[in-house]
């Protein structure tokens, strides 16, 4: 009797030490295997990427997508073990009208709390400024100069400068350009009065037009994320745990670093968001 009690407690705490030590390992795996099914629902991730914000991404002479975004949409699919489908937009108003429409399962996208209907995001992983860009005899010297009566500023459409214009802006007119590359020209050739978008943007098209020139400062702060449809509460949670390991090992750095993005900069750390 006694032998068989003690068989019994040995299986029985053989079978709870299995289970103990089951539980810690099974944990992350369905969480990666959760957020592996919602990433790639149609076999594959469809990752959006906007050519329209040069810091994030762009297109060599080759053809191939580069850029951080790319960098982090291959590192995630890497480490989840799918296979990915890199789905290139000139206009970030583009992007978001595709998670919208549920065409990509990630993005890479300015947070805004319009865009936050549709749209959950990650702590940020880069922050960018926006800044404006006015002819050398405008009589605007400061960012403050802008928002007059009868100032027309013209910003891409869809663009987080946009949603940000759109609710600040009091007085001036907004007028808006297909994408945000086609702004300065744009601006150029409407004789409109600021142009505004993209520091790095903007000072790249200022050196190919001349006579033009940069407000100091910066009229805001982007925080990029990324973003999954609305909803997919396995597939964020991964990704935010995901962005700040890019942003602690230094994987964001490396990546501005590699593809030659000044001005742009880590973002600080952020809090994972809880489950609802």
């Given at each position: 009797?006694?032998?068989?009690?003690?068989?019994?407690?040995?299986?029985?705490?053989?079978?709870?030490?299995?289970?103990?030590?089951?539980?810690?390992?099974?944990?992350?795996?369905?969480?990666?295997?959760?957020?592996?099914?919602?990433?790639?629902?149609?076999?594959?991730?469809?990752?959006?990427?906007?050519?329209?914000?040069?810091?994030?991404?762009?297109?060599?002479?080759?053809?191939?997508?580069?850029?951080?975004?790319?960098?982090?949409?291959?590192?995630?699919?890497?480490?989840?073990?799918?296979?990915?489908?890199?789905?290139?937009?000139?206009?970030?108003?583009?992007?978001?009208?595709?998670?919208?429409?549920?065409?990509?399962?990630?993005?890479?996208?300015?947070?805004?709390?319009?865009?936050?209907?549709?749209?959950?995001?990650?702590?940020?992983?880069?922050?960018?400024?926006?800044?404006?860009?006015?002819?050398?005899?405008?009589?605007?010297?400061?960012?403050?100069?802008?928002?007059?009566?009868?100032?027309?500023?013209?910003?891409?459409?869809?663009?987080?400068?946009?949603?940000?214009?759109?609710?600040?802006?009091?007085?001036?007119?907004?007028?808006?350009?297909?994408?945000?590359?086609?702004?300065?020209?744009?601006?150029?050739?409407?004789?409109?009065?600021?142009?505004?978008?993209?520091?790095?943007q903007l000072e790249a098209d200022a050196r190919r037009v001349g006579g033009v020139r940069l407000l100091p400062g910066r009229f805001m702060v982007i925080e990029q994320a990324m973003g999954v449809p609305k909803g997919r509460?396995?597939?964020?949670?991964?990704?935010?745990?995901?962005?700040?390991?890019?942003?602690?090992?230094?994987?964001?750095?490396?990546?501005?670093?590699?593809?030659?993005?000044?001005?742009?900069?880590?973002?600080?750390?952020?809090?994972?968001?809880?489950?609802?």
């Amino acid at each position: 009797m006694n032998v068989q009690r003690r068989e019994l407690c040995a299986a029985g705490a053989a079978t709870w030490l299995l289970s103990a030590c089951a539980s810690p390992a099974a944990g992350p795996a369905s969480g990666s295997q959760a957020a592996a099914a919602e990433l790639s629902s149609t076999g594959k991730l469809r990752a959006a990427i906007n050519l329209g914000n040069p810091i994030l991404a762009s297109r060599g002479a080759d053809g191939e997508l580069r850029g951080v975004s790319v960098d982090l949409a291959r590192e995630a699919a890497r480490r989840l073990g799918v296979s990915i489908e890199l789905v290139a937009f000139n206009a970030a108003g583009k992007v978001v009208e595709a998670i919208k429409d549920r065409q990509v399962d990630l993005a890479f996208v300015a947070i805004d709390p319009l865009r936050g209907a549709d749209t959950d995001y990650t702590a940020p992983y880069v922050i960018i400024e926006g800044a404006y860009l006015v002819r050398n005899d405008a009589p605007q010297r400061r960012n403050e100069d802008v928002d007059r009566t009868g100032t027309r500023i013209v910003v891409g459409r869809g663009s987080a400068y946009d949603l940000y214009l759109t609710r600040e802006i009091k007085s001036a007119t907004l007028v808006r350009a297909p994408t945000s590359p086609a702004v300065t020209d744009m601006f150029i050739a409407d004789q409109l009065d600021v142009a505004a978008g993209v520091r790095q943007q903007l000072e790249a098209d200022a050196r190919r037009v001349g006579g033009v020139r940069l407000l100091p400062g910066r009229f805001m702060v982007i925080e990029q994320a990324m973003g999954v449809p609305k909803g997919r509460v396995a597939a964020r949670r991964w990704l935010s745990a995901f962005v700040e390991e890019m942003k602690a090992s230094g994987f964001v750095a490396e990546a501005l670093r590699r593809h030659g993005i000044e001005g742009a900069f880590v973002a600080p750390p952020g809090r994972a968001p809880v489950a609802p």
